[in-house]
């Protein structure tokens, strides 16, 4: 009876975010469905990779902000409301600067980007970098929703910029198939995501936002979190890696086309990432109210929900991955059926063990979920190398499985050795 009550529980508290997330992941296989047929394997691959060079510079300086909101709002003495526009700011500033570093990375580094040449391509990379450090202001919006248990509030956000985007998109890429197009629907939502955050939290601020004391803020938070700051980037630079250099490494040893194919790998495998993501602030809320509980309730949530739902995903990709791949993105697409059911395991070892990083975090020992992503970075480098002069394709989807499962052992092992 106690499974039965754990699960309805679960479901009960999360319905919204879960449900939210299963629309954002359908509307996001929708999408990939009519941009990958509409683009061919090659000019997928290369709109893969330019938008990869945002990515990699603006995860490294700015992605998971939120945390860093969160765990403001909850120690920091200083008026939430100024937390909130100090966090703004921050958030705007840090996007502005990863924004000039993707410009000076993207001239040395054109041609491993898919950047080849300065034509129509980098004038629409361009105005995608003027746009994205809009979207880095959902970062705040994230921490401040979870920090006061708005999820259905936080879901609804997501959601609606999600729509957002696929309508761009598809109105954009159907209208014209090309990459240049692909690129400014992201451009798009990038944009609008920043305006609904503000949109949904300023008004969370009741005094004259220009009376509010933001260098005298900037300085305290930075001054009481600084060990915090330096420990989630290093936690992000470090965690890019396997992330995004797959796509890199599989340029270099085959080419767009096989990034291509690889991409829709991924692209089918962003469900799984999407479910994290609508349990993770469930998971953050519950960890926060119950700090004694977190190896229970992280225990409970494996065994009850995380492991036979794993069952279900694995034997689904196994029996139906080939057809589902035809029928979503057809038969120029096939080749990704194997990388999927490789990389699948790794997905899967991150998704019954997600939580342990929120127990880290919230635990103050977040740096050593870094440690354990430099020992993923090192195994998926060494593993792409060796694997990919035999196949690059199944080589990096093979290297990423071995990443992600030493990351979470060892992120394992230290929940255990030192649970506090």
Known sequence: MNYFNSIYKFVFETKTLVLSQFFI????????????????????????LILSLPAIVFRSLHSRSSDFTLLALRDLKIKKQHIIA??????????????????????????????????SVYKVFLLY????PFLGLSETAKGVLTYDKKLNLFAIVEFVSVLVRFIAIIILVLNQPSVEMFIIGHSIYAFSYGLISVGVIFPRIKENFFEIPFIQNFFTVAR??????????????VGMIPNHFDLIIINIFAGYEAVGIYNISKRLLMPINYLVVALTPWVQSEFVKKKNEIKEIGYRLTKTIMLPLSL???????????????????????????????????YLVFLILFWVRQALLLTDRLIYHAYSRVLNAVFFLGGSIIFSRISPLLGVASAYVLGITI??????????????
Request: with cysteine; net charge neutral.
């Open 407 to 420: 990351q979470k052992i060892y992120e394992l092992y230290i929940f255990e050795k030192k649970d506090v």
């Open 86 to 119: 100090s966090s703004f700011l921050i958030d705007l500033f840090s996007g502005l600067i990863a924004s000039i570093i993707s410009f000076l990375l993207s001239v040395p580094f054109a041609i491993y980007f898919g950047l080849d040449g300065f034509g």
């Open 129 to 132: 970098i003027f746009c994205r």
């Open 312 to 346: 279900v995903i694995i034997s689904s990709v196994y029996f139906f991955g080939e057809w589902i791949i035809q029928f979503i993105v057809g038969r120029s697409y096939e080749d990704s059926y194997i990388p999927w059911l490789i990389m699948t395991f790794g």
């Open 25 to 48: 992941a359908t509307l996001s296989l929708i999408q990939a469905s009519i941009v990958a047929r509409e683009l061919g394997p090659s000019k997928f691959g290369q709109a893969a």
């Open 224 to 237: 009481l979190s600084k060990q915090f700051l330096l420990t989630l980037r290093l936690d992000q630079l």
